[in-house]
């Protein structure tokens, strides 16, 4: 049987029909169609004939999982439960730590989470802090589903406390039980289940339950597990190391980094970091945040005063013609420098976040992803993969990188084919896709 794998997001539809040995069979994509986006799935799913396909889908429309972090200090539990929200391809929009109190809450009200992910301590340990939070989120007008994730012998009061005030809560094992020891698995899945269950269906995209059944994922967490199993799929190779992606997109840049082999620093650091792992820079993109992007280059001396200025006219024209897209040289050699300097900043951010922890072997394969390259001459893909070699910081990470654009945009459908049992045809797909046979 083949297999239709659908993303799901805010401005276009993208299918990949592909077969049981993992081939790709064909690609199409279609204007997401709120508030009935059933309506562009069904238009996609007609153009590649895929009627009675098995169906898997992802969605980031209506923004993505938005999640918010409270934990009961930065440097242990808030640090452990931000590095698990990495690799559970959310957006992190707020992170808080120890008890908190008025100003904390209001903050946390207005960064407007669709998720809660809240810890403290671990299992054994101090239990006040968690205590004290899990009652303030109750008490207070907090209305995200919460994923409780700490000290397992606080859980119990802590969710109590959480559904006598109405609040939807899914407790699960602590994120952090032991000093040093990091335990994603059960958070990330949790925070799944939420976003499927409880958020997904508040999103207005959909009239009935059907698009609800259909998406098993948030596409960031879809790309994230493609990424893993293209860095699986590589270890076997000649070429094997890490895998890290760029993706440029209108508003935001997100980097994925996964590595199939754990090096001997694992434990010098007080969190140990997922091996597979995700940033988001919200304020460096090709449209709504390209003025970021020209800041944030002139603070990492990127570009000087005078190239910011010569630019800044196009990058406000883009920020606020989103759709807009180049019909000329001049403006298309305008996108390609803001995308090539959106790619080395990303990176940059994602490299400190990581602590450069990229395996014993390095980065083997470097993924760019996104209109931007996908649509680009191969002349424009190949100044871009120059500039990221010879900036400073990166070039000791890219050195020995091979790099390829995903032109066929197989990661999410390779990640959704893992989840769902497939993941051999998954990993054919990718290699296949992005020409690593």
């Not at 690609?27 to 009627?51: F, K, M, N, S, Y």
């Not at 054994?124 to 205590?131: I, S």
């Not at 800041?295 to 200025?309: F, G, H, K, S, T």
């Not at 450069?356 to 649509?375: A, C, E, I, K, T």
Request: glycine share 12%.
């Amino acid at each position: 049987m083949t297999i239709l794998c659908l993303d799901v997001g805010s401005t276009w539809t993208k299918a990949a029909l592909v077969g049981p040995d993992g081939a790709l069979l064909g690609t199409a994509q279609h204007p997401t169609t709120p508030p009935e986006v059933l309506t562009g799935i069904d238009a996609v799913t007609a153009e590649l004939h895929a009627t009675g396909a098995e169906v898997l889908a992802c969605s980031s429309a209506g923004g993505g999982l938005r999640l918010a972090v409270v934990g009961q200090e930065r440097l242990v539990s808030a640090e452990a439960a931000y590095r698990v929200a990495l690799s559970a391809g959310a957006k992190i929009v707020h992170v808080a730590a120890g008890e908190l109190d008025g100003a904390d809450i209001k903050a946390l009200r207005a960064s407007a989470p669709d998720v809660l992910l809240l810890v403290g301590g671990t299992d054994g340990g101090e239990t006040r802090v968690l205590a004290h939070n899990a009652k303030r989120v109750a008490a207070n007008r907090l209305r995200a589903p919460v994923v409780l994730a700490g000290n397992r012998e606080v859980r119990a009061e802590a969710t109590a406390a959480l559904t006598a005030a109405g609040r939807t809560v899914i407790a699960t094992d602590n994120v952090l039980p032991d000093v040093g020891e990091l335990a994603p698995g059960p958070a990330r899945a949790a925070i799944r289940e939420m976003f499927l269950t409880h958020v997904i269906g508040g999103k207005g995209l959909s009239r009935g339950p059907r698009f609800r059944r259909l998406v098993r994922a948030v596409t960031p967490d879809a790309v994230l597990r493609g990424v893993a199993e293209l860095a699986a799929a590589l270890a076997g190779s000649d070429a094997p190391g890490a895998v890290l992606v760029v993706d440029v997109g209108g508003a935001t840049t997100d980097v994925y980094s996964a590595v199939a082999t754990v090096d001997e620093l694992a434990g010098r650091s007080t969190v140990e970091l997922p091996p597979d792992r995700r940033t988001v820079e919200g304020d460096l993109g090709m449209r709504w945040s390209a003025p970021g992007v020209l800041a944030e280059a002139v603070a990492e001396r990127l570009i000087d005063a005078a190239e910011a200025e010569s630019l800044a006219a196009r990058a406000e024209f883009r920020a606020g013609a989103v759709d807009w897209v180049p019909a000329d040289e001049a403006e298309t050699a305008v996108d390609g420098r803001i995308a090539e300097l959106a790619a080395v900043l990303g990176l940059r951010r994602h490299l400190r976040l990581v602590a450069g922890r990229l395996g014993p072997q390095g980065v083997g394969l470097l993924v760019l992803s996104g209109g931007v390259f996908r649509h680009a001459e191969p002349a424009r893909v190949e100044a871009v993969v120059t500039a990221l070699r010879a900036d400073p910081v990166l070039r000791p990470v890219l050195r020995n990188a091979r790099a390829v654009v995903d032109q066929r945009y197989v990661l999410a459908p390779a990640g959704l084919l893992a989840e769902a049992g497939h993941g051999a045809a998954g990993r054919k797909l990718l290699t296949g896709a992005l020409g690593l046979l």
